[in-house]
């Protein structure tokens, strides 16, 4: 692990004082203004309650080290840590490595092929909770189909003793439906819920196709699903039983869901979403609701001009928790709940793809109070986040020459 030197008058001040020019950085405790300054781009639009945007930046005063703990790989997508303290890292274009004690293995053999065009490729990644006794290992992908594509979910037995790494009886156990010719929002996060049933994040596919099967339930476009590990449909889904309907919905109008955690507090699924310009959201995902794309939105559409019929509310249609105009183009979601710094637990830690940093989210209950914002010095987009098993952050950067970044508050 070499030290990530970040040249920055910050960081002057800090050795000045007696720290470590270049690898310590400080969130000093203060509140104030809004964090976020720019216009936004729905500029005649009202948040549904007060604190919805635009919250007060509130720092923590927590130092850290960022240290490089990973280098040489390509576009890492998702990270998640193995009982023994071994790191799985997805890269997009098709590799599952694996890395301990300093050492970076070759890629996995027998992971499944995946379509990595623009978006798409090898995404998220989760560990069964029964890993150490089946080490299965669960994967979301971008899967071909003819002229078509969709995403996938594959799961298969991880050996890492018996010679090069490889992945065994690999199945995939779920597909989204319908394929559509896009290169674009697959979602693709993986979550395993406390009762053991797994959450797949997904995507409308950014064409207006599966745009509008957002609201839709015969098909799996812009939804949160919910499976049993084998693939199975859990019986208390919210919509198992109706003729018609995809009995592995749990939630729609999403849609790109890209981060996803489990709130330690309460085990309820929370998520992030892009929006088009402005409309970035975060939501608790509840089983059956509509969170309303593309009926209702925040932001305006890329090309500009309302979003749908420009409205931000309607009966029947959940509000996000929180959402960030203009957009921060969320990456990922972990919550914090180590000891190790008490000043972050309970926060909920969110990656910038856009404007490139690191936001932290003040919660009071389910309710965003404050936010500050991270590892801006780095200049690089953030996709994943993680809380490793010692307390730090662990932080891939989006490029072809990616890292992941350990992020060591100071005890």
């Given amino acids: ?15 000045a004082c007696g720290g470590q020019a270049g690898q310590a950085q400080t969130s000093a405790a203060a509140s104030g ?31 850290f080290d960022v240290t490089d703990y990973v280098t040489g790989i390509s576009r890492p997508w998702g990270l998640a840590f193995l009982p023994d303290g071994g790191l799985l890292i997805t890269e997009r274009g098709g590799r599952l490595r694996h890395f301990k004690d300093g050492s970076l293995s070759e890629p996995v053999a027998d992971v499944p092929d995946v379509d990595a065009r623009d978006q798409g490729g090898l995404l998220g990644l989760a560990i069964d909770p029964k890993f150490a006794d089946n080490g299965l290992v669960y994967l979301a992908f971008s899967e071909k189909d003819g002229g078509r594509n969709h ?24 597909r989204q439906t319908p394929s559509l010719a896009s290169t674009k929002h697959y979602g693709g996060r993986l979550v395993f819920a406390r009762d053991g049933t797994l959450f797949i994040t997904g995507g409308e596919r950014s064409i207006t196709e599966g745009r509008m099967q957002a609201q839709r339930l015969d098909g ?14 859990p019986r208390d889904n919210p919509f198992v039983g109706r003729a018609g309907v995809k009995p592995e919905i749990f939630s729609i109008g999403h849609r790109n869901v890209l981060g996803a955690g489990i709130n330690p507090k309460t085990g309820e699924l929370w998520t992030v979403e892009h929006g088009t310009r402005g409309g970035d959201e975060l939501n608790i995902v509840r089983a059956g609701k509509d969170y309303g794309w593309p009926t209702i939105a ?28 203009p957009v921060i183009a969320p990456g990922a979601l ?10 972050w637990k309970g926060s909920v830690f969110i990656t910038g793809l856009g404007p490139k940093y690191l936001a932290r989210l003040t919660l009071d209950g389910d309710r965003v109070v404050g936010e500050e914002r991270l590892l801006s010095e780095v200049g690089e987009r953030l996709r994943d986040v993680v809380v490793g ?23």
């Fill in 389 to 411: 098993p010692d307390g730090a952050l662990y932080v891939t950067t989006d490029s072809d020459r990616g890292r992941v970044l350990r992020v060591s508050p100071k005890r």
């Fill in 33 to 63: 203004g809004a964090v976020e300054t720019r216009p936004p781009n729905g500029k005649d639009q009202q948040p549904a309650f007060a604190g919805q945007t635009r919250a007060p930046e509130r720092k923590a005063n927590v130092a």
């Fill in 298 to 325: 925040y932001g305006i559409e890329y090309m500009g001009g309302p979003i749908t019929g420009g409205i931000t509310q309607k009966a029947g249609m959940e509000q996000p928790v929180y959402y960030w105009d």
């Fill in 1 to 15: 692990m070499k030290p990530f030197l970040i040249a920055t008058a910050s960081a002057a001040l800090l050795a």
């Fill in 220 to 233: 799996t476009l812009g939804k949160v699903v919910r499976i049993n590990a084998d693939g199975s449909i």
């Fill in 334 to 343: 972990a919550f914090y709940d180590s000891d190790v710094a008490p000043a």
């Fill in 151 to 174: 995403a996938a979910v594959a799961r298969g037995r991880l050996i890492l003793n018996a010679g090069p790494p490889r992945l065994e009886g690999v199945q995939v156990i779920w």
